[in-house]
């Protein structure tokens, strides 16, 4: 199992700059990857950012140049710069854990709470 908190979501203007962090305690050892996931009113959860083992990153293309993912051992943290009114959202830290068996894999997801990102025109 698990367990993740988001820390630093608030309010900015834009052009502004937030870091996203998200601590991850219990069996960290079994994560695959993390991310980061947002959520605007009305709209579906979309994939911001995340890093897989073996360090490689993918990210929304909205947020490419702005947004810098990174992860020191079980912390997970979203640099947000040049922010826009259209990042905000809520922001959820993603783990995965995927195990493999010799006919199928079975992805566990966990996720945090979220912390709410809004920025002002």
């Known amino acids: 199992q698990v367990h993740l908190v988001e820390y630093g979501g608030g309010l900015v203007q834009a052009g502004g700059s937030l870091r996203l962090s998200c601590a991850a305690s219990?069996?960290?050892?079994?994560?695959?990857?993390m991310g980061w996931y947002r959520q605007a009113p009305g709209k579906q959860r979309e994939l911001v950012a995340n890093?897989?083992?073996?360090?490689s990153k993918n990210y929304v293309d909205s947020v490419k140049g702005r947004f810098t993912i990174f992860r020191d051992n079980a912390n997970l943290y979203l640099q947000m710069n040049s922010l826009k009114p259209e990042d905000t959202a809520v922001y959820y830290c993603?783990?995965?854990?995927?195990?493999?068996?010799?006919?199928?894999?079975?992805?566990?997801?966990?996720w945090g709470q979220g912390t709410q990102v809004t920025v002002s025109s």
């Open positions: 890093i897989r083992e073996g360090g």
């Open positions: 993603h783990a995965e854990y995927t195990r493999i068996y010799s006919d199928r894999n079975e992805v566990t997801d966990y």
């Open positions: 219990g069996s960290i050892f079994t994560i695959n990857a």
